[in-house]
Nanobody
């Protein structure tokens, strides 16, 4: 059974940094495309960053230059390093792993950025 668990969220002041982690079991992350998404209250879930099985990355314009997605295959973990955080980055952050035509999502981790 595949499980995906996010961690690392919290309350941070504007300009601060956080590193989110996504640990998976039951699936080898390095073999699949993965991504970080976020959903703010009253808004649709949106892509933050994604990384392919081959290591290619893609970022939303709103976070480009401030955010880095990476993975550690040995730890079966994906990361999202977020710097220069802004209040508009406040949201629940979710990890997604794509296996064929199926997506696995975690329960989310809350990021709150105070001004």
């Amino acid at each position: 059974q595949v499980q995906v668990v996010e961690s690392g969220g919290g309350l941070v002041q504007a300009g601060g940094s956080l590193r989110l982690s996504c640990v998976a079991s039951g699936i080898v992350l390095g073999l699949h495309n993965m991504g970080w998404y976020r959903q703010a209250p009253g808004k649709q879930r949106e892509l933050v960053a994604e990384i392919s099985s081959g290591g290619s990355t893609n970022y939303a314009e709103s976070v480009k230059g401030r955010t880095t997605i990476s993975r550690d295959n040995a730890k079966n973990t994906m990361y999202l390093q977020m710097n220069s955080l802004k209040p508009e980055d406040t949201a629940e952050y979710y990890c997604r792993v794509v296996e064929g035509g199926r997506s696995y999502w975690g329960q989310g981790t809350q990021v709150t950025v105070s001004s």
